[in-house]
């Protein structure tokens, strides 16, 4: 009931300057973002065409040619089983890459309906649904994902699956927030004086105004979903072997690290910390021109 | 002015220039401004958003933000430089010598603290011991005329309502006995009876406490009320400055003859013609512009005021105006020309019909319209069975503060809100259901809004062709090539152009904004738009321009309004009738001549005196006591005999509500005073001034 009376200050003025397009030209004057999608993108590259940049066969064995370290024939040195580590960690880019974005769009996707559902509706279906998704919260991940995976069998759909129902409760607790933002502009009760039903309101009206929360929480989520896969591979749960994958090659070469063999795990590991950095670096950038 | 000005202004502004630098550019937003404030004297600087006021208020005491700063020019603050000031300096500077208060004092105040620690703390840093200081912060309690000084001593800012949250901020603000006291729109944020005992008080305690004070407006009543002298800036820069009733009485700068015109004054109306308005927008701020700033809107310029930018010409005693035709400012042309008759809209006479019935039959009738929020012991009342009717084509001016309902009724009626058990709500005789979901397509197509503010009533997302258009195709069924021409045709009625459509609302000025919510509004061929303070996030230049354009859709869609202020020169100007809500009961109804003329309800007086006039010196303000009550503990009887000036000795008022009857023809007033009783008070009243 308060009312907002006249003379807007001067924070008009400064917001004046403000054009909406000009702000994603912004990123490409950030060095963060350049740097971040520069990294992106190769592994990405990886991802598509890893077989034709890798100098050698990923799955080759040359059981005389175990164990060797870095050199000039294998740059990264070669595994247990003689394989080019090298190729392994360039190849071993696709099905991370594949799983992880697909995981993370799903959670994003099942999340955002669930999340505009709360904020517009509130009242029961807000409640009904809040302690559906604390419940969901409260329940110990690792050991949801296990009982999954055993129960399904492992493959990349269950990895999907499962990180995505994992992220599900998480990004509708943050578009519920952003919408109920939304709820208190007049815009909602404009479109409902035009008859509008509520779906068309929800996904017309105020999804576009939410937009830039859930890109931001997309990119967020899937750094997170890029540790989540590569750790459910290290324990078993992913990917299988012998497919190159760096989750699974560090699990298979790391008892070796007390023999000295530090090449096997370290650049794998590697390969992971460059692509969350990376997305990190990129997801900064997006926040900070969304946010300005 | 007077000669106080012998010791040395307070204030000296000289040539001032301020810059933010936005995205690697720097853009001047105060340019080449001067002006003095002498001491004891109370300066005010008028201006729309965008003209720079806040922006030189926040140099002064180096307060810009971190992207902005003082590019040219000189400020003296009793002949100190705050520019050069080093650290402790200024801080000494901002703790003694100057002090402000902002806009919103909910703002300004800590909300983690207790009114009276916060205003003791002043005098702790000025040394004071933590029992002296508190009993100091009583003195200043006292001085702001804050009745129950206990209670807000130990009340934390949010237990306190707007006007005494403001009077704790001045407390603070004079604690340090400042010599400068700054004022950026200190009142704009209240309602009309706050703001007006808020500038009283500030009007006695300058006397009182000898401060000189500065005040920022964009009210140019308000400005004329407290101010001796006034500058009026326009885009940065000052284009006029002098004695406050000079430069309104006898403008010299075509901007400040124009702003003047924009107002709705002396009981102008709808049908005795339209206001005029300023053509143009405000230039971008930062432009640099070759000339005279204001020459792209003025109808006097001429190819001298395009080449250079004009001086300060000397017009009269201490009276400057930058403006090559100052001589003939008063005569800029009128934008709209007086027309007496023709523009009569909608039944301009109907409530006047004989023996108080009224000519024309009600589109909307409201019975017993009750509304309450929440249940139980936290449930609030915003409106008490509420029964009026609007008739068809005319204005209907709902008037009343913040928390009056009125909001809340226009919800209920739109079916946004729904009412409780037992309100009737009727639209052309037929029931209109309780939520928008009972209500056929039609009747949505019937009922429409305009917002308050169109920052939130438009989807900024969205372009302003699929904004208006979304209207046309729900509402109107229109598609293809039907639509486009519908479309065309309200972009042209609304005085927009074809540009404009491939924009998106955050591209738009506020005023082409509430264009774009009136064209949506009127999209589906509505026959009652509701208004709800359609004006009051926008510029005074603004304002006419929107208030014309809904004065001309009325007089050829031939709509109903129910419109929504709480300024009551725009109310009066638009309305045919008036009603007037208090705590969600109706207070006041008729014609809006006979609800402005007198005699009214006290509290209709007590409003209408509140609000600061440019039209000289009316009668003596009606001073309300009090705050006004929570919805949610209403008082007894007459809900407003807490704060009624004319309150009956008897105690009738106390114990029984008064019921609404018809007074005059059309006139329908809640009071226990007899109307020739009320009309013999307020004549009295009116004459003894």
């Given at each position: 009931m308060t009312e907002l009376t006249a003379a807007p200050g001067e924070a008009a003025v400064a917001h004046a300057f403000a054009a909406p397009p000009a702000q994603w030209r912004l990123l490409l004057r950030k060095p963060t973002f350049i740097i971040g999608a520069a990294v992106l993108l190769f592994w990405l590259m990886c991802a598509i065409f890893g077989h034709l940049i890798a100098p050698l066969d990923p799955l080759a064995q040359q059981l005389l040619a175990k164990n060797t370290g870095p050199s000039g024939a294998h740059l990264f040195g070669t595994d247990s089983l003689g394989r080019d580590v090298l190729s392994r960690v360039i190849v071993g880019a696709r099905d991370i890459l594949l799983i992880a974005p697909l995981a993370t769009l799903l959670g994003v996707v099942c999340g955002t309906a669930i999340g505009l559902a709360m904020g517009y509706f509130g009242g029961v279906i807000d409640v009904v649904l809040g302690r559906v998704v604390e419940a969901v919260l409260a329940l110990p991940v690792v050991i949801v994902a296990f009982l999954f995976i055993v129960a399904v069998g492992p493959s990349s759909l269950t990895l999907i699956i499962v990180v995505g129902f994992i992220f599900t409760p998480l990004i509708a607790r943050t578009v519920r927030t952003a919408v109920l933002v939304e709820s208190q502009l007049d815009y909602l009760s404009s479109a409902r004086l035009l008859g509008e039903r509520p779906g068309y309101i929800m996904f017309a009206e105020i999804l576009p105004n939410v937009l830039p929360v859930i890109v931001v929480e997309f990119t967020v989520r899937l750094g997170y979903a890029i540790f989540a896969v590569a750790t459910l591979s290290f324990l078993g749960f992913g990917v299988q072997q012998p497919t190159p994958d760096w989750g699974g090659d560090i699990a298979a070469n790391y008892g070796l690290l007390g023999a000295g063999y530090w090449w096997e795990t370290l650049f794998p590991a590697l390969a992971i910390a460059s692509l969350v950095m990376a997305l990190n670096l990129v997801t900064d950038s997006i926040e900070q021109v969304i946010s300005s | 002015m007077t000669e106080a000005v012998s010791a040395g202004p307070t204030l000296a502004v000289d040539h001032l220039e301020v810059t933010y630098r936005v995205r690697g550019q720097d853009r001047p937003v105060v340019r080449d401004v001067s002006f003095q404030v002498g001491r004891r004297e109370s300066y005010g600087l008028v201006g729309e958003s965008g003209s720079g006021k806040s922006t030189i208020a926040l140099a002064l005491t180096r307060y810009l933000a971190r992207n902005g700063r003082v590019s040219g020019g000189s400020i003296r603050i009793n002949g100190l430089d705050p520019l050069a000031m080093s650290g402790a300096k200024l801080r000494d500077l901002r703790a003694r010598t100057v002090s402000m208060v902002y806009q919103e004092p909910g703002r300004a105040?800590?909300?983690?603290?207790?009114a009276g620690r916060q205003i003791a703390e002043v005098f702790e840093i000025a040394g004071l011991d933590r029992d002296a200081a508190l009993g100091h912060a009583q003195d200043m309690l006292r001085k702001v005329q804050i009745a129950d000084i206990g209670r807000v001593m130990n009340a934390y800012p949010h237990e306190l309502s707007g006007g005494m949250a403001q009077r704790v901020v001045i407390a603070m603000a004079l604690a340090a006995e400042p010599s400068l006291l700054i004022l950026d729109e200190p009142t704009t944020a209240l309602d009309a009876t706050v703001e007006a005992e808020i500038l009283d008080l500030v009007a006695g305690l300058r006397e009182e406490m000898d401060t000189t004070v500065l005040f920022i407006s964009h009210n140019l009543a308000v400005v004329a009320k407290m101010c001796n002298r006034v500058g009026v800036l326009y885009a940065g820069e000052l284009v006029e400055e002098g004695p406050a009733d000079e430069v309104f009485e006898a403008s010299r700068h075509p901007y400040t003859v124009g702003l003047l015109r924009c107002i709705p004054r002396r009981g102008q109306r709808k049908d005795h013609g339209r206001l005029d308005a300023i053509p143009g927008f405000l230039p971008q701020p930062g432009r640099t512009v070759t000339g005279c700033i204001f020459a792209e809107r003025c109808s006097l310029a001429i190819a001298e005021c395009r080449e250079a930018s004009p001086p300060a010409f000397d017009v009269g005693l201490e009276h400057t105006a930058r403006c090559y035709r100052h001589t003939e400012?008063?005569?800029?042309?009128?934008t709209e020309l007086p027309t007496t008759g023709?523009?009569?809209?909608?039944?301009?006479?109907?409530?006047?019909?004989?023996?108080?019935?009224?000519l024309v039959e009600p589109i909307v009738t409201i019975k017993s319209l009750s509304k309450t929020f929440g249940s139980g012991e936290t449930s609030v009342r915003a409106l008490t069975s509420v029964n009026m009717s609007i008739l068809r084509g005319e204005t209907l001016g709902l008037v009343g503060e913040s928390g009056s309902g009125k909001t809340t009724l226009a919800r209920a009626l739109l079916g946004l809100t729904q009412p409780d058990q037992g309100s009737v709500l009727e639209f052309d005789g037929q029931p209109l259901a309780a939520g928008l979901r009972g209500r056929p397509i039609d009747q949505l197509k019937d009922l429409q809004i305009v917002f308050q503010n169109p920052d939130s009533a438009l989807?900024?997302?969205?372009?302003v062709r699929w904004l208006i258009s979304q209207p046309l195709r729900r509402l109107a069924g229109l598609s293809g090539s039907r639509l486009t021409e519908r479309l065309n045709d309200l972009v042209r009625s609304v005085r927009m152009?074809?540009?404009?459509?491939?924009?998106?609302?955050?591209?738009?000025?506020g005023g082409l904004k509430q264009r774009v919510a009136i064209a949506r509004a009127f999209g589906g061929g509505p026959r009652l738009v509701v208004c709800d303070e359609p004006t009051s996030a926008l510029d005074v230049s603004v304002q006419a321009a929107i208030l014309n354009l809904l004065a001309d859709l009325q007089a050829k869609e031939q709509v109903t309004y129910l419109f929504i202020s709480h300024d009551l020169g725009v109310v009066r100007y638009l309305s045919d009738r008036i009603a007037v809500l208090y705590l969600g009961r109706l207070l006041e109804l008729g014609p809006a001549e006979l609800v402005f003329g007198g005699p009214h309800h006290p509290y209709t007086e007590a409003l209408l005196s509140a609000v600061p006039s440019l039209d000289g010196q009316r009668s003596e303000r009606i001073k309300l006591a009090g705050e006004i009550p929570s919805a949610a503990n209403p008082p007894s009887g007459c809900v407003f005999h807490t704060r009624c000036p004319r309150r009956l000795p008897t105690g009738v008022c106390e114990s029984i509500e008064p019921p609404l009857t018809e007074v005059e023809p059309g006139h329908l007033i809640s009071c226990h005073i007899p109307i020739d009783q009320l009309r013999e008070l307020q004549g009295n009243a009116a004459r003894k001034s």
């Open positions: - | 105040l800590n909300p983690s603290m207790k400012a008063a005569e800029l042309p009128r023709l523009l009569a809209s909608g039944p301009a006479d109907v409530s006047l019909g004989a023996g108080g019935s009224p989807n900024r997302r969205r372009s152009e074809q540009r404009h459509l491939s924009l998106r609302p955050g591209q738009l000025s």
